[in-house]
């Protein structure tokens, strides 16, 4: 794992940018899972940025889905199919063929999970993963506590998540109970994994993740072992730490 410390959420996006345009130049076709969630926003506009100047090309990408919400369709405002539609599929031009859901509204959720890690494996998995830090530790919705082998798989909210979340909908009454998520398996096994931090409130948390014991208790610190994880972090996130 490796981390680079930046001023602030500005520079983080900008370095995320930069990380990630530095992977593609090794592979034009990449299999990428991008997370929603408030951190990596403007990480995607500036990817968009780069594309509208012809800085980079994403017609090889292939986009995948990390997390979403069980029984919201793709209609519902909370979706975050939707999400990611407007905030990486439109902007970066990935049309649905090269897209890959992740079935919340599936009347078998257990073959909607079996279905993506098929199509994950058979794009020989993923060569990159963008990925926010849950307040909890968790990587998408892995929980605490989830281990590296952990799939694919249904998953029950913790409170701290359906806190988190209800700042995305505005209450947690409004916050589904369950959701699908990507597995610690295939996350971790991604070739690139680009995790961007910011805030002072992820401190503790980050701190943990870094430098705590590698436990199933903060999913995120399986990171640590992982060659291929670059961690960009602003001040407030990192406090003093340095690689
Ligand atoms: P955030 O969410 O980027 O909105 O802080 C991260 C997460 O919960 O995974």
Redesign the pocket.
């Known amino acids: 794992m490796n981390l680079i410390v930046v001023e602030d959420h500005a520079a983080v996006s900008q370095t995320a940018a930069e990380v990630v345009a530095a992977s593609i130049t090794e592979n034009a076709d990449l299999t990428v899972v991008a997370?929603t969630?408030?951190?990596?926003m403007d990480l995607y506009g500036e990817l968009a940025n780069r594309r509208r100047r012809g800085e980079l090309v994403t017609s090889g990408w292939r986009v995948f889905q990390l997390d979403e919400y069980v029984g919201i369709p793709a209609d519902d405002r909370r979706s975050l199919y939707q999400w990611m539609k407007c905030a990486v599929l439109d902007p970066l031009a990935i049309p649905a063929d090269r897209t890959v859901r992740l079935r919340g509204d599936a009347a078998d959720l257990v073959a909607a999970c079996d279905d993506y890690d098929l199509a994950i494996e058979s794009s020989r998995g993923l060569d990159l993963a963008i990925l926010?830090?849950?307040?909890n530790g968790?990587l998408g919705f892995n929980e605490p506590p989830s281990d590296p082998t952990s799939p694919t798989r249904v998953v029950t909210l913790s409170a701290e998540?359906i806190r988190?979340n209800a700042a995305y909908w505005g209450d947690e009454e409004d916050v589904p109970r369950c959701a699908l998520t990507a597995g610690m398996t295939v996350l971790l096994s991604a070739r690139h994994i680009v995790l961007v931090v910011s805030g002072g409130h992820k401190r503790g948390i980050l701190e943990r993740v870094l430098r705590g014991p590698v436990t199933p208790e903060v999913p995120a610190s399986h990171l640590q072992s992982c060659g291929g994880c670059t961690v960009i972090a602003d001040r407030l996130a990192a406090g003093h730490a340095s690689a």
């Open positions: 997370a969630g408030t951190t990596p926010g830090l849950g307040p968790h998540s988190s």
